[in-house]
């Protein structure tokens, strides 16, 4: 059976004869790879991989989780966590967007520089958080099912990650801002940016 990455909200593996749905999911909006059933885990890791990170999985943890809901926190299945925190890289996403959009480009760059820099510190966390997750797989804190399942729950959208990079983009072209390369590897290299510099603290 396919297993195909939705670019469009989900993960999932998708019958020849299932129809289209006007919600997405669709095969003509996934990436279309067809992966064998005992590599669909590792395939799922290396999506959500970014290289040039070396994210432990306690280090998210300890960033998102406040110390009032670690008892809660530690009540959820590995497969909760992991959604939860890809739901919140999902948001990142989000907010990253919304600043950059909100940067003005036809002004100084002292109008832009905090939009630019919130949406940089948000995409930053994003790519960690994701990361993060990666590393939870590696350590087998997940195994294959749990984190597909864990993916196929979260909001989990290649589209929006593209956007986020094509703004940046944008303001790059205007601002010249420094900043690393997408890392992940849920683009074609030739869909991320190209400036080669490293940029500060993440969270």
Known sequence: MPYELDTTGTAAAQDENEPESDEGGGAESSLGMTIPEDHIGAFVAEALED???????DDVV????????R?????????EQATEVLSKAA????RAIEHFEAA??????S??????DEGLR??????????????AYGDGRLDDDG????????????????????LLEQIDSVFEVEYSPYGGTLMDDDDGPEPETEHGETW
């Open 104 to 109: 003005p480009l036809d002004g100084d760059r």
């Open 71 to 79: 008892d809660a926190w530690a009540e959820l299945s590995p497969v």
């Open 51 to 57: 290289p040039e990170r070396a994210t432990a999985w």
């Open 62 to 69: 300890d960033t998102m989780v406040a110390p009032a809901a």
């Open 91 to 94: 948001e990142f996403d989000r």
């Open 111 to 116: 109008e832009a520089e905090t939009d630019i």
């Open 147 to 166: 984190l597909v399942d864990a993916l196929e729950a979260a909001e989990f959208d290649t589209e929006v990650i593209a956007k986020r990079e094509d």
């Open 122 to 135: 948000c995409r930053r966390n994003a790519d960690t958080f994701r990361d993060g997750v990666a590393a």
